[in-house]
């Protein structure tokens, strides 16, 4: 990430007001980077939120170069992200049984023997918790509203007015020029797009835990096997496990431990990140289907001496590329999951919302409050072929984790992690809406369908032509190791 004096640091102020009435429902990733970027860029911005306060608890999730470029407009926000990344974060890898296949080494130097430029990385596993945090700092500091409590039923607009809206539960209506549904898979906003997206259970679920490292000492052996990475010992440490259909991960910073696991569901899951399980539910299922060889004794030890209601029993559902994002006046539109949901494999949920935000904040800047509708449209065809890429990506991803050719690993190390291709980091969503709005703006006025459209550069992989594909027949690939992901430059 660039200095925070980059020539182009444009922070708040730099915008004229552009008396545009932003609702934005939901106070998740997508949510909080939208209600900042929207102030920004001189929209006047309102939150609404279902529960009675942010959830700032949870584990980790990878945050993409390409979602952090933006940072460069806040330069306190910045400051803060920089105090918590682990960019000096160390990795290793073994095979489910135990086996170390990859000795650690510096991401950055993983980095480099995958071809990448290590002092630009793709990215970095971030702790949700201080991530939170760090947003709503910057929240706070621009005086954003949040009304809490605010549980939304249904989602209407009014093209005659030029306003859309919600109503929540109490039957309190909240209006504006355009509303962003940021609200998450189950999402009301779905129906007023073209339909609520059926969810059909994956029949895989994720166990995660995060917890004080504290919880260690009553396991010496296991806390210095567990130990973090760098000479000094105080460098945060990745470690993964690769299984026959399943894999694990094991975060280690100064504080905290994080603990996930891939695993076939039997019964006790739910899409839930409230709904935790114990214990012995781990270790009595987690052995299912790995035939004679099981879970690293060490993973175990790890699960034993995880506090009570920690462990998330979270189930992973499919969900088909959503078949559109705006209501039929293109004055609500959705973002991050509530348009296109991601299975953890991708490592892209987070960083798709995000650029989400970013672009619509930019593509309402641009357009003006005299064409909110056409800023929307224009902001989906900037984001859905993209989307749908990355979501694909899942499925590669996934097949590697759970399919692992260890004879490939040891020619080629970067088999045994998740694909981070250059399409995906090098992207900058606010500086391609300035380059390519005008270009987009054409192709809707001339009436070019979206997948046709050849006047602006491709934001996805080089030379791929879009085909709709469904959920099911990807995941029958990956079940089969057989996923293609059709044409273009997917590296």
């Known amino acids: 990430m660039g200095s925070v004096q980059d020539a182009d640091c444009k922070p708040v102020g730099s915008y004229p007001p552009s008396g545009i009435d932003v609702l934005i ?9 939208a209600s900042i970027e929207c102030v920004r860029k001189g929209h006047n911005v309102r939150i609404i939120e279902r529960h009675q306060d942010i959830n700032t608890a949870g584990d980790m999730y990878f945050m993409g170069h390409s979602a952090t470029k933006f940072f460069r407009h806040w330069p306190e926000l910045s400051r803060e992200y920089e105090m918590i990344s682990m960019n000096n974060a160390w990795i290793e890898t073994f095979k489910h049984s135990g086996e170390r296949v990859i000795a650690p080494l510096k991401v950055s130097d993983r980095l480099r023997q995958a071809g ?12 949700r918790p201080l991530i939170y945090r760090m947003y709503l700092n910057e929240v706070q500091r621009q005086g954003i509203k949040i009304q809490f409590d605010q549980r939304v039923v249904d989602y209407y607009e009014d093209e005659e007015r030029q306003k859309a809206g919600v109503v929540t539960d109490k039957g309190v209506r909240f209006e504006a020029d355009v509303v962003i549904a940021a609200d998450g898979v189950g999402s009301k906003g779905q129906k007023l797009v073209g339909g609520q997206v059926k969810a059909i259970s994956a029949g895989r679920a994720m166990w995660r835990a995060a917890f004080p490292m504290h919880h260690l000492d009553k396991n010496p052996e296991l806390k210095k096997f567990l130990q973090m990475g760098g000479q000094n010992g105080d460098e945060p440490m990745v470690r993964t496990w690769l299984g026959p259909g399943s894999y694990a991960m094991v975060l280690i910073r100064r504080e905290t431990c994080v603990w996930i696991m891939n695993h076939d569901v039997f019964g006790s899951e739910e899409e839930n990140w409230n709904h935790t399980v114990g214990s012995d539910d781990v270790l009595n299922n987690m052995d299912r289907g790995l035939g004679p060889f099981p879970w690293d004794s060490r993973i175990k030890e790890l699960v034993k001496l995880t506090p009570p209601n920690t462990i998330v029993n979270f189930e992973l559902f499919w969900r088909d590329p959503q078949p559109s994002w705006t209501s039929p006046g293109a004055r609500v539109v959705l973002i991050g999951d509530a348009a296109h949901s991601f299975l953890p494999a991708s490592g892209n949920g987070a960083t798709q919302a995000i650029e989400d935000a970013v672009t619509v904040a930019t593509c309402l800047q641009l357009a003006g ?11 989906v065809r900037f984001r859905f072929i993209r989307c749908s890429c990355a979501q694909k990506m899942g499925f590669q991803n996934a097949e590697r984790l759970q399919h692992t050719d260890w004879q490939k690993v040891k020619v080629d190390p970067k088999l045994a992690q998740p694909k981070l291709p250059r399409w995906i980091w090098k992207h900058d969503p606010e500086q391609y809406a300035y380059e390519n709005y005008a270009k987009m703006v054409d192709t809707i006025r001339k009436g070019i369908p979206f997948d046709q459209v050849d006047t602006v550069p491709p934001n996805y992989p080089p030379g791929y032509k879009y085909k709709p594909w469904s ?11 057989t996923v293609d992901m059709g044409s273009g430059d997917w590296d």
């Open 471 to 481: 959920i099911e027949s990807m995941q029958k690939e990956v079940d089969e190791a």
């Open 116 to 127: 990448m430029d290590p002092n630009t990385p793709p990215g970095a596993f971030q702790m």
């Open 25 to 33: 429902v939901g106070t998740g990733l997508a949510g909080l980077t």
């Open 369 to 379: 409050k005299e064409n909110v509708p056409e800023a929307i449209r224009t902001h």
